[in-house]
């Protein structure tokens, strides 16, 4: 048993896709879920900036002692620093290692829809051609997706518009799957599935992340019983996240939104 919290994070909402599976396979478990959102969006940032940004936010979850930290982020998890698995002393699960075991062996045409920092880099190449080699693994950066979801602005004519703009094009591809590879995407799930052909599978890897933490606390009798969980925000935008998340999570109670600054 380990009482101390399970540390998840996102550059905002997306990562609540995540939280929601999480809890509902571990309802006793006590999660910190951190929405970075005053470096949203993460997906247009550098490398640089990237490094400073997760650095604070693993130095958080290193000062608040969580037992496990679930990385809800495709761009974060593109880092180097995540893919040590482990700061100090904490082990570290990302969301790319969840979509990439989601792969079916048989897939040939792969279609990976994500942020341009995540299209850019080389992980989801490489970790996919480890275990389907033969692959042809088709990038599309999405940067209108994640703004246009924080803001919550848009109609459905609308959203349905920037989705076609992006993805339309993949309508005559032989495409077998396509790859959720940013959490802000399922989100727009039944827009992005009217957009691409019905026969493409769509792999949303929540589940397989969510599934990924219980196994690893599961293995190592790390598990706790208890029902409270909390939400950060690392910016000013507590009223409107409070608002926007507890839709998300339709299901869930959560004590507060605590306010955080964690720069340095
Ligand atoms: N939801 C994140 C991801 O999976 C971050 C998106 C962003 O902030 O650009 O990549």
Not at 139 to 145: D, L
Request: charged share 30%; glycine share 4%; net charge neutral.
């Amino acid at each position: 048993m380990n009482d101390s919290p399970i540390g998840v994070f996102d550059s905002g909402l997306g990562g609540l896709t995540v939280l929601n599976e999480l809890v509902k396979i571990l309802p006793e478990e006590n999660f910190i879920y951190l929405a970075d959102l005053k470096y949203s969006p993460y997906g247009d940032k550098s490398e640089i900036e990237l490094e400073y940004i997760i650095k604070r936010v693993l130095r958080y979850f290193v000062e608040k002692k969580v037992k496990l930290i679930v990385v809800a982020c495709n761009t974060a998890s593109t880092m180097d620093l995540i893919k040590k698995n482990q700061v100090e002393d904490i082990p570290i699960i990302n969301v790319i290692d969840a979509a990439v075991d989601l792969v079916d062996e048989k897939v040939e045409n792969l279609l990976l829809l994500a942020t341009k920092k995540t299209t850019e880099s080389k992980t989801y190449d490489e970790k996919i051609k480890v275990k389907n080699p033969g692959i042809n693994l088709i990038k599309q950066a999405c940067p209108s997706f994640v703004p246009a979801i924080e803001s919550g602005k848009l109609n459905d004519e609308e959203i349905q518009n920037l989705v076609d703009q992006d993805l339309k094009r993949y309508r005559d591809n032989k495409l077998d799957a396509a790859i959720l590879g940013c959490t802000h995407y399922p989100l727009w799930y039944d827009f992005i599935r009217k957009s691409l052909n019905k026969e493409v599978k769509i792999y949303d890897p929540a589940q397989s992340l969510a599934q990924k933490a219980k196994n690893f606390l599961e293995e190592r009798n790390m598990l706790r019983r208890g029902d409270s969980y909390k939400l950060a925000v690392s910016a000013d935008y507590c009223g409107e996240f409070n608002k926007k998340s507890r839709k998300i999570l339709k299901n869930y109670k959560f004590d507060k939104i605590e306010e955080i600054n964690i720069d340095f």
